[in-house]
């Protein structure tokens, strides 16, 4: 859990520095936002996507997005499930991107409490890995696809994938 | 501008005005989930969030799948291999009920349903005696099978007798020595045939005087149910996962609908 932590921190940080640059003139393409379908939200999430660093060919970016599964819970009440990817990815190229990437996903869903049967909201940590492929076009689209494994509640592995479009800005 | 406004506002009337020419209304339709919400849901069947959920939608009941456990718990679920589902593997009756407590569903990234328990649910739901349940009887075991049927019906009474529910519980199954055995138990126990073919299933109901007859709405059609019901039969229909499905069901004038489209059945029978 404590690996999960640090990591997590790691990729806040990462987010922090986008204020801070956000007021440079050159940051126009840095952010980036996309939907992605499968991959780190489950069955889809809507992401935002900043580029902290770039050397040569190398890209390094965080990530963080949204996603749900219900909105309201069995008994009909509005008490949605929140599920929280986010991440850093590496890409190497400049069109055409080998991406790489790991992450958490805070879920927050309800189940019934065994208790006294009631809605209860659980929160877990998930670990997610992806290797994949991302294009950038020349109006700013983006598109990738990957194979994105998700190790859920950090024990149970399960292969997985993703396909995401997008904009860059 | 005002034409084209006029124009869709008479286009639409006139598919509102097919669509409900072409529907035969019978609000007397019994509409129950097919294990809860149905198939293809983020809620897994026969989990206590679907069921639960199904009831609040202002169905009359729900289906469930009931399987028995080593130790002769009733647990619901619906495929033959825990595998299909949940993190274990084997069979519901290769397990005992404290090692299936804590199993869950595996079907969606992140959510782990448990799985369930009839005595679990039944002693949670509120109002219990104002919903109806048909219990699809799934035979599943390595075991013995006539010792296996005997504790399956033995479990089956003492949770119908523990919750009162022999007037709102239909029994189904596709075994016909488990269907006579049930009858045999008890004289009162609505039971339905669910057959391979609704010929087959019209010959065993009336040789074993049951209530009636479980199928595929593609196995069967109007003309088939108006002979049932002309026989004193009850029809129940499954495999209604479109809303097509629920319309074609709905026109062929079934007793029962288990539905895997619970919202759109209950709107179309309740509120048109």
């Not at chain 2, 138990?185 to 057959?195: A, E, M, R």
């Not at chain 2, 049951?210 to 595929?216: D, N, V």
């Amino acid at each position: 859990m404590k690996r999960e932590t640090l990591l997590i921190i790691f990729i806040l940080l990462c987010f922090s520095n986008v204020t801070i640059a956000q007021n440079s003139e050159n940051n126009r393409t840095k952010n980036a936002l996309f939907i992605e379908l499968g991959g780190y939200g489950g069955y889809g999430s809507i992401n935002y996507e900043y580029l902290v660093k770039k050397i040569n060919k190398l890209k390094l970016s965080a990530r963080i997005g949204l996603s749900t599964y219900n909105l309201n819970d069995y008994t009909n009440k509005f008490n949605p499930d929140v599920i929280i990817p986010i991440g850093i990815n590496a890409y190497y190229g400049l069109k055409h991107n080998i991406d790489i990437g790991l992450g958490q996903t805070i879920t927050s869903v309800i189940y019934v409490d065994n208790q006294d049967y009631q809605p209860k909201r659980e929160q877990r940590l998930n670990t997610n890995l992806s290797i994949g492929y991302r294009y950038v076009g020349e109006r700013g689209f983006v598109f990738k696809i990957g194979y994105a494994p998700i190790i859920e509640n950090q024990k149970m592995f399960r292969h997985w994938s993703l396909v995401a479009f997008g904009y860059t800005f | 501008m005002k034409k084209h406004f006029t124009t869709t506002v008479l286009l639409a009337l006139l598919f509102i005005s097919c669509s409900k020419d072409d529907l035969r209304i019978n609000n007397n339709i019994i509409v129950l989930g097919h294990g809860g919400m149905g198939i293809n849901q983020t809620y897994p069947m026969n989990t206590f969030e679907s069921i639960i959920k199904c009831l609040n939608a202002g169905t009359n009941g729900t289906e469930i799948d009931v399987q028995l456990t080593k130790d002769s718990v009733l647990v619901a679920y619906h495929s033959k291999n825990l595998s299909d589902h949940t993190n274990l593997i084997g069979t519901i009756n290769d397990f005992n009920w404290s090692e299936i407590e804590n199993a869950f569903y595996v079907s969606t990234p992140y959510l782990h349903y448990p799985l369930l328990s009839l005595d679990q649910l039944f002693s949670n739901i509120p109002n219990l005696n104002e919903h109806l349940f048909t219990f699809d009887c799934k035979l599943y075991t390595n075991s013995n099978a006539l010792n296996f049927k005997e504790a399956y019906i033995n479990s089956l009474s003492k949770i119908i007798d523990k919750y009162d529910l022999k007037s709102n519980v239909y029994i189904e199954s596709q075994d016909t020595i488990f269907l006579i055995k049930l009858k045999e138990s008890d004289l009162d126990y609505k039971l339905f045939i669910y057959p391979p073919s609704f010929d087959e299933g019209f010959n065993i109901a009336l040789d074993l005087g049951l209530y009636g007859i479980t199928i595929s709405t593609s196995d069967v059609s109007r003309e088939q149910i108006e002979i049932a019901h002309s026989n004193n039969l009850k029809v129940a229909i499954w495999n209604t996962h479109s809303e097509n499905k629920n319309i074609e069901g709905v026109n062929k004038g079934p007793d029962f609908i288990q539905t895997d489209k619970v919202k759109h059945l209950v709107n179309l029978l309740r509120y048109d």
